[in-house]
Protein backbone atom coordinates (compact mmCIF):
# COMPACT_ATOMS: atom_id res chain seq x y z
CA UNK A 1 0.00 0.00 0.00
CA UNK A 2 1.37 3.88 -0.78
CA UNK A 3 2.50 6.06 1.60
CA UNK A 4 -0.77 8.19 0.92
CA UNK A 5 -2.76 5.25 2.41
CA UNK A 6 -0.41 5.14 5.24
CA UNK A 7 -1.16 9.17 5.44
CA UNK A 8 -4.60 8.89 5.18
CA UNK A 9 -5.23 5.95 8.03
CA UNK A 10 -3.20 8.54 10.22
CA UNK A 11 -5.24 11.65 9.36
CA UNK A 12 -8.34 9.59 10.44
CA UNK A 13 -6.99 8.66 13.87
CA UNK A 14 -6.29 5.33 12.51
CA UNK A 15 -3.31 4.77 14.10
CA UNK A 16 -2.87 1.40 15.45
CA UNK A 17 -3.42 0.33 11.25
CA UNK A 18 -1.25 2.70 10.11
CA UNK A 19 1.86 1.78 12.33
CA UNK A 20 0.81 -2.18 11.50
CA UNK A 21 0.57 -1.25 7.76
CA UNK A 22 3.94 0.70 7.79
CA UNK A 23 5.67 -2.03 10.00
CA UNK A 24 4.40 -4.70 7.46
CA UNK A 25 5.85 -2.46 4.13
CA UNK A 26 9.31 -2.34 6.26
CA UNK A 27 9.24 -5.82 6.93
CA UNK A 28 9.42 -6.35 3.32
CA UNK A 29 11.85 -3.36 2.98
CA UNK A 30 13.98 -2.07 5.04
CA UNK A 31 14.52 1.02 2.92
CA UNK A 32 10.90 1.92 2.40
CA UNK A 33 10.72 5.65 2.86
CA UNK A 34 6.80 5.96 3.27
CA UNK A 35 7.11 3.60 6.57
CA UNK A 36 9.76 5.06 8.08
CA UNK A 37 8.27 8.89 7.96
CA UNK A 38 5.15 7.17 8.98
CA UNK A 39 6.67 5.35 11.65
CA UNK A 40 8.94 8.85 12.40
CA UNK A 41 5.66 10.80 13.07
CA UNK A 42 3.87 7.99 15.34
CA UNK A 43 7.36 7.71 17.44
CA UNK A 44 7.31 11.91 17.75
CA UNK A 45 3.59 11.26 19.01
CA UNK A 46 4.15 8.72 21.34
CA UNK A 47 7.07 11.05 22.89
CA UNK A 48 9.86 8.80 21.47
CA UNK A 49 12.02 11.17 20.17
CA UNK A 50 15.31 9.17 19.60
CA UNK A 51 13.46 6.23 17.76
CA UNK A 52 11.54 9.32 15.66
CA UNK A 53 14.94 11.07 14.97
CA UNK A 54 16.81 7.59 13.93
CA UNK A 55 13.78 6.72 11.43
CA UNK A 56 14.11 10.19 10.06
CA UNK A 57 17.51 9.78 9.75
CA UNK A 58 17.30 6.42 7.60
CA UNK A 59 14.65 8.25 5.59
CA UNK A 60 16.66 10.62 4.52
CA UNK A 61 19.68 9.21 3.90
CA UNK A 62 21.84 10.66 0.73
CA UNK A 63 19.89 14.24 1.62
CA UNK A 64 16.65 13.43 -0.19
CA UNK A 65 14.04 15.53 1.93
CA UNK A 66 10.08 16.16 1.17
CA UNK A 67 7.52 17.86 3.07
CA UNK A 68 7.16 14.88 5.15
CA UNK A 69 10.92 14.74 6.55
CA UNK A 70 10.74 18.28 7.13
CA UNK A 71 7.67 18.26 9.25
CA UNK A 72 8.79 15.42 11.67
CA UNK A 73 12.33 17.27 11.51
CA UNK A 74 10.47 19.99 12.62
CA UNK A 75 8.75 18.41 15.48
CA UNK A 76 11.99 17.01 16.87
CA UNK A 77 13.64 20.93 16.78
CA UNK A 78 11.07 22.35 18.53
CA UNK A 79 11.32 19.29 21.00
CA UNK A 80 14.72 20.33 21.48
CA UNK A 81 14.27 23.72 21.91
CA UNK A 82 15.30 24.71 18.50
CA UNK A 83 12.30 27.20 17.80
CA UNK A 84 14.04 28.95 14.92
CA UNK A 85 14.71 25.26 13.17
CA UNK A 86 11.86 23.98 13.67
CA UNK A 87 9.76 27.70 12.32
CA UNK A 88 11.98 27.78 9.32
CA UNK A 89 11.31 23.97 8.64
CA UNK A 90 7.39 24.88 8.81
CA UNK A 91 7.96 27.71 6.71
CA UNK A 92 9.72 25.67 3.70
CA UNK A 93 7.11 23.14 3.80
CA UNK A 94 3.95 26.20 4.03
CA UNK A 95 5.77 27.87 0.92
CA UNK A 96 6.65 24.78 -1.48
CA UNK A 97 4.37 21.84 -0.69
CA UNK A 98 1.57 21.33 -3.67
CA UNK A 99 -0.69 20.64 -2.88
CA UNK A 100 -0.69 23.00 0.65
CA UNK A 101 -0.18 20.64 3.95
CA UNK A 102 -2.42 21.74 6.61
CA UNK A 103 0.23 20.14 9.23
CA UNK A 104 2.37 22.61 8.32
CA UNK A 105 -0.01 25.32 9.18
CA UNK A 106 -1.02 23.56 12.13
CA UNK A 107 2.53 22.72 13.62
CA UNK A 108 3.77 26.50 13.33
CA UNK A 109 0.69 27.59 15.18
CA UNK A 110 1.24 25.34 18.14
CA UNK A 111 4.95 26.60 18.08
CA UNK A 112 4.07 30.29 17.75
CA UNK A 113 1.09 29.66 21.00
CA UNK A 114 4.17 27.86 22.54
CA UNK A 115 5.82 32.23 22.12
CA UNK A 116 2.65 33.68 22.93
CA UNK A 117 2.66 34.86 19.63
CA UNK A 118 -1.05 34.33 19.75
CA UNK A 119 -2.31 36.90 16.59
CA UNK A 120 0.78 34.63 14.39
CA UNK A 121 -0.24 31.66 16.07
CA UNK A 122 -4.52 32.50 15.68
CA UNK A 123 -3.52 32.70 11.76
CA UNK A 124 -1.99 29.59 11.67
CA UNK A 125 -4.68 27.71 13.01
CA UNK A 126 -6.95 29.27 10.97
CA UNK A 127 -5.41 28.16 7.81
CA UNK A 128 -4.92 24.91 9.36
CA UNK A 129 -8.89 24.66 9.67
CA UNK A 130 -9.21 25.72 6.31
CA UNK A 131 -7.48 23.13 4.82
CA UNK A 132 -8.76 20.17 7.30
CA UNK A 133 -11.88 20.60 8.34
CA UNK A 134 -12.55 17.70 9.79
CA UNK A 135 -9.31 17.70 12.45
CA UNK A 136 -10.43 18.05 15.38
CA UNK A 137 -6.83 18.72 17.29
CA UNK A 138 -6.60 21.67 14.82
CA UNK A 139 -9.98 23.37 15.59
CA UNK A 140 -9.33 22.67 19.34
CA UNK A 141 -5.66 24.50 19.51
CA UNK A 142 -7.27 27.23 17.43
CA UNK A 143 -10.10 27.29 19.97
CA UNK A 144 -7.52 27.64 22.58
CA UNK A 145 -5.25 30.59 20.83
CA UNK A 146 -8.77 32.12 20.27
CA UNK A 147 -9.52 32.10 24.31
CA UNK A 148 -6.12 32.92 24.73
CA UNK A 149 -6.99 36.47 22.87
CA UNK A 150 -9.99 36.66 25.33
CA UNK A 151 -11.67 36.33 21.23
CA UNK A 152 -14.99 34.20 23.40
CA UNK A 153 -17.25 34.40 20.68
CA UNK A 154 -15.59 32.52 17.98
CA UNK A 155 -13.62 29.81 20.54
CA UNK A 156 -16.79 28.00 21.67
CA UNK A 157 -17.79 26.84 17.80
CA UNK A 158 -14.72 25.45 17.12
CA UNK A 159 -15.10 23.87 20.76
CA UNK A 160 -18.29 22.59 19.73
CA UNK A 161 -17.14 21.39 16.12
CA UNK A 162 -13.91 19.82 17.84
CA UNK A 163 -16.24 17.90 20.47
CA UNK A 164 -18.96 16.87 17.68
CA UNK A 165 -15.71 15.18 15.36
CA UNK A 166 -14.00 13.48 18.12
CA UNK A 167 -16.35 13.27 20.89
CA UNK A 168 -13.83 10.90 22.83
CA UNK A 169 -10.78 14.05 23.29
CA UNK A 170 -10.34 14.73 26.92
CA UNK A 171 -9.19 18.20 26.97
CA UNK A 172 -12.49 19.47 24.76
CA UNK A 173 -14.26 18.53 27.82
CA UNK A 174 -12.17 20.38 30.42
CA UNK A 175 -11.50 23.52 28.51
CA UNK A 176 -15.48 23.47 27.71
CA UNK A 177 -15.90 22.79 30.95
CA UNK A 178 -13.67 25.65 32.43
CA UNK A 179 -14.94 28.04 29.80
CA UNK A 180 -18.48 27.77 30.78
CA UNK A 181 -17.39 27.77 34.36
CA UNK A 182 -16.24 31.42 34.00
CA UNK A 183 -19.13 32.31 32.29
CA UNK A 184 -21.65 31.32 35.02
CA UNK A 185 -23.22 28.90 32.67
CA UNK A 186 -22.88 26.15 35.83
CA UNK A 187 -25.86 23.61 34.65
CA UNK A 188 -24.35 23.24 30.82
CA UNK A 189 -21.03 22.70 32.32
CA UNK A 190 -22.00 19.91 34.44
CA UNK A 191 -24.40 18.76 32.27
CA UNK A 192 -21.80 18.60 29.17
CA UNK A 193 -19.06 17.01 32.09
CA UNK A 194 -21.61 13.96 32.47
CA UNK A 195 -22.15 13.55 29.10
CA UNK A 196 -18.33 13.31 28.83
CA UNK A 197 -18.35 10.58 31.56
CA UNK A 198 -20.40 8.17 29.78
CA UNK A 199 -17.93 8.59 26.73
CA UNK A 200 -15.31 8.70 29.37
CA UNK A 201 -15.86 6.81 32.67
CA UNK A 202 -14.02 7.65 35.58
CA UNK A 203 -11.44 10.06 33.59
CA UNK A 204 -9.72 12.15 35.93
CA UNK A 205 -9.06 15.29 34.15
CA UNK A 206 -13.12 15.62 33.47
CA UNK A 207 -13.74 14.27 37.55
CA UNK A 208 -11.65 16.86 38.86
CA UNK A 209 -13.46 19.90 36.64
CA UNK A 210 -16.52 18.33 37.44
CA UNK A 211 -16.02 18.05 41.13
CA UNK A 212 -14.83 22.18 40.55
CA UNK A 213 -18.21 22.59 38.74
CA UNK A 214 -20.81 21.06 41.58
CA UNK A 215 -18.95 22.65 44.57
CA UNK A 216 -19.72 25.83 42.69
CA UNK A 217 -23.10 25.10 42.42
CA UNK A 218 -23.55 24.28 45.93
CA UNK A 219 -23.67 20.10 45.85
CA UNK A 220 -20.60 20.12 48.16
CA UNK A 221 -21.79 16.62 49.26
CA UNK A 222 -20.62 14.95 45.55
CA UNK A 223 -17.87 17.12 44.69
CA UNK A 224 -16.32 15.99 48.22
CA UNK A 225 -16.82 12.76 47.12
CA UNK A 226 -14.98 12.95 43.78
CA UNK A 227 -12.25 14.99 44.97
CA UNK A 228 -11.50 12.18 47.90
CA UNK A 229 -11.96 9.62 45.22
CA UNK A 230 -8.93 11.09 43.08
CA UNK A 231 -6.96 11.77 45.71
CA UNK A 232 -7.12 8.23 47.06
CA UNK A 233 -6.74 6.96 42.68
CA UNK A 234 -3.78 9.10 42.68
CA UNK A 235 -1.40 10.02 45.74
CA UNK A 236 1.05 11.40 43.90
CA UNK A 237 -0.56 13.74 41.53
CA UNK A 238 -0.39 16.98 42.86
CA UNK A 239 -3.57 18.66 40.95
CA UNK A 240 -5.74 15.80 42.54
CA UNK A 241 -4.45 16.46 46.32
CA UNK A 242 -4.59 20.16 45.74
CA UNK A 243 -8.33 20.01 44.97
CA UNK A 244 -9.14 17.84 48.35
CA UNK A 245 -7.09 20.21 50.08
CA UNK A 246 -9.57 22.94 48.66
CA UNK A 247 -12.23 20.85 49.47
CA UNK A 248 -11.43 20.25 52.80
CA UNK A 249 -11.19 23.95 53.99
CA UNK A 250 -14.51 24.55 52.24
CA UNK A 251 -16.64 21.74 54.72
CA UNK A 252 -14.35 22.98 57.57
CA UNK A 253 -12.01 20.68 57.85
CA UNK A 254 -9.23 23.36 58.31
CA UNK A 255 -6.61 21.05 60.08
CA UNK A 256 -6.66 18.07 57.69
CA UNK A 257 -6.55 20.96 55.15
CA UNK A 258 -3.61 22.39 56.61
CA UNK A 259 -2.15 19.21 56.95
CA UNK A 260 -2.35 18.04 53.20
CA UNK A 261 -1.00 21.32 52.33
CA UNK A 262 2.06 21.17 54.36
CA UNK A 263 2.66 17.42 53.19
CA UNK A 264 2.21 18.09 49.74
CA UNK A 265 5.28 20.99 50.52
CA UNK A 266 7.30 18.39 52.19
CA UNK A 267 7.05 15.80 48.99
CA UNK A 268 7.85 18.75 46.55
CA UNK A 269 4.48 18.56 45.33
CA UNK A 270 3.18 22.28 46.11
CA UNK A 271 0.84 23.88 43.19
CA UNK A 272 -0.62 27.17 43.11
CA UNK A 273 -3.58 26.09 44.17
CA UNK A 274 -2.24 24.54 47.05
CA UNK A 275 -0.28 26.86 48.45
CA UNK A 276 -3.13 29.10 47.94
CA UNK A 277 -5.65 26.81 50.23
CA UNK A 278 -2.42 27.22 52.54
CA UNK A 279 -2.24 31.18 52.87
CA UNK A 280 -6.04 31.58 52.96
CA UNK A 281 -5.97 28.92 55.96
CA UNK A 282 -3.09 30.95 57.94
CA UNK A 283 -4.93 33.84 57.39
CA UNK A 284 -7.90 32.38 58.94
CA UNK A 285 -6.55 31.33 61.66
CA UNK A 286 -6.96 32.74 65.49
CA UNK A 287 -5.11 34.74 65.38
CA UNK A 288 -3.67 35.27 62.07
CA UNK A 289 -0.60 34.05 61.12
CA UNK A 290 -0.05 37.08 58.76
CA UNK A 291 3.91 36.18 58.03
CA UNK A 292 3.27 32.07 56.68
CA UNK A 293 0.34 33.71 54.82
CA UNK A 294 2.73 35.82 52.63
CA UNK A 295 5.14 33.42 52.13
CA UNK A 296 2.52 31.25 50.64
CA UNK A 297 0.62 33.41 48.72
CA UNK A 298 4.31 34.27 47.46
CA UNK A 299 4.98 30.73 46.70
CA UNK A 300 1.95 30.49 44.87
CA UNK A 301 2.43 33.45 42.60
CA UNK A 302 5.89 31.66 41.80
CA UNK A 303 4.35 28.61 40.78
CA UNK A 304 1.95 29.76 38.32
CA UNK A 305 3.43 33.10 36.63
CA UNK A 306 0.16 33.13 35.01
CA UNK A 307 -2.22 32.98 38.26
CA UNK A 308 -3.64 36.73 39.17
CA UNK A 309 -5.36 35.62 42.29
CA UNK A 310 -2.39 35.08 44.19
CA UNK A 311 -0.78 38.19 43.51
CA UNK A 312 -4.11 40.12 44.14
CA UNK A 313 -4.20 38.79 47.41
CA UNK A 314 -1.13 38.88 48.42
CA UNK A 315 -1.31 42.39 47.63
CA UNK A 316 -4.79 42.88 49.63
CA UNK A 317 -2.94 41.48 52.23
CA UNK A 318 -0.02 44.04 52.41
CA UNK A 319 -2.01 46.65 52.08
CA UNK A 320 -4.10 45.64 55.22
CA UNK A 321 -1.57 44.12 57.24
CA UNK A 322 -0.74 46.88 60.26
CA UNK A 323 2.71 45.58 61.75
CA UNK A 324 6.09 46.59 60.33
CA UNK A 325 7.07 49.47 58.07
CA UNK A 326 3.89 51.17 55.88
CA UNK A 327 5.92 52.45 53.57
CA UNK A 328 7.58 49.29 52.62
CA UNK A 329 3.95 47.09 52.66
CA UNK A 330 2.10 49.73 50.45
CA UNK A 331 5.30 50.08 48.37
CA UNK A 332 5.47 45.47 48.25
CA UNK A 333 1.88 45.89 47.96
CA UNK A 334 1.96 48.21 44.87
CA UNK A 335 4.12 46.14 42.73
CA UNK A 336 2.55 42.96 43.07
CA UNK A 337 -0.62 44.28 42.55
CA UNK A 338 0.30 45.83 39.46
CA UNK A 339 2.36 42.40 38.36
CA UNK A 340 -1.30 41.28 38.70
CA UNK A 341 -3.31 43.78 36.77
CA UNK A 342 -0.16 42.28 34.10
CA UNK A 343 -1.32 38.62 34.42
CA UNK A 344 -5.22 39.93 34.32
CA UNK A 345 -5.29 43.24 32.24
CA UNK A 346 -9.10 42.45 32.02
CA UNK A 347 -9.62 41.84 35.76
CA UNK A 348 -11.04 44.86 37.91
CA UNK A 349 -10.27 43.49 41.43
CA UNK A 350 -6.67 43.81 40.88
CA UNK A 351 -7.29 47.42 39.65
CA UNK A 352 -9.27 48.07 42.31
CA UNK A 353 -6.66 47.19 44.80
CA UNK A 354 -4.26 49.00 43.15
CA UNK A 355 -6.09 52.08 43.33
CA UNK A 356 -6.60 51.96 47.01
CA UNK A 357 -3.15 51.34 47.78
CA UNK A 358 -2.05 53.76 45.61
CA UNK A 359 -4.73 56.67 47.27
CA UNK A 360 -3.11 55.03 50.68
CA UNK A 361 0.39 56.08 49.51
CA UNK A 362 -1.14 59.83 49.24
CA UNK A 363 -1.17 59.61 45.57
CA UNK A 364 -4.72 60.76 44.64
CA UNK A 365 -4.46 62.33 41.02
CA UNK A 366 -2.95 58.52 40.46
CA UNK A 367 -5.86 56.71 42.69
CA UNK A 368 -8.47 58.58 40.88
CA UNK A 369 -7.47 57.81 37.41
CA UNK A 370 -7.37 54.18 38.60
CA UNK A 371 -11.09 54.18 40.10
CA UNK A 372 -12.32 55.78 37.21
CA UNK A 373 -10.52 52.60 34.79
CA UNK A 374 -12.34 50.12 37.14
CA UNK A 375 -15.53 52.53 36.96
CA UNK A 376 -14.78 51.59 33.07
CA UNK A 377 -14.03 47.91 33.33
CA UNK A 378 -16.32 46.64 35.94
CA UNK A 379 -18.80 44.25 34.60
CA UNK A 380 -22.51 45.38 35.54
CA UNK A 381 -23.46 42.47 37.63
CA UNK A 382 -20.45 43.23 39.73
CA UNK A 383 -22.25 46.28 41.84
CA UNK A 384 -19.98 45.88 44.71
CA UNK A 385 -17.05 46.40 42.90
CA UNK A 386 -18.76 49.54 41.16
CA UNK A 387 -19.84 50.82 44.72
CA UNK A 388 -16.51 50.46 46.56
CA UNK A 389 -14.75 52.49 43.28
CA UNK A 390 -17.45 54.72 43.65
CA UNK A 391 -16.48 55.30 47.01
CA UNK A 392 -12.91 55.66 46.79
CA UNK A 393 -13.47 58.65 44.17
CA UNK A 394 -15.71 60.33 46.46
CA UNK A 395 -13.59 60.25 49.69
CA UNK A 396 -11.04 61.31 47.29
CA UNK A 397 -12.51 64.28 46.37
Not at 125 to 149: C, G, S, T
Not at 193 to 198: F, H
Not at 216 to 227: K, L, T, Y
Not at 230 to 247: C, I, K, T, V, Y
Amino acid sequence: MTTQSMQALLKAGEVDKARALAESALSKNQDDRGALLTLAKLASVDGDWARAEQLVQRATKGGVEDADSRLVKAALASEKGDADEARALYTQVIREAKPPRAEAHFGLGYLLASQEDFAGARKALEKAVELEPDMAAYRFHLARVLLALEDLKPALPQLEKALELNPLYPPVYVVWGVVLQQLGELETAEDLLRQGLKLLPDHPDLLNILSSILAARGNVPEAFGIAKHLAREFPDDASAQGNLARMMMATGHREEALELCRSLAARGLSTAQSKSVEAMLLEAQEPPDVEGAVNAWREAMDLDPDDWASANNLGNLLMRWEEGDAEERLTAATEILEEACRRAPLRVEPLLNLALVTARRGDKVKAKALAKDVLKQVPPGEKDLREQAERLLKTLG
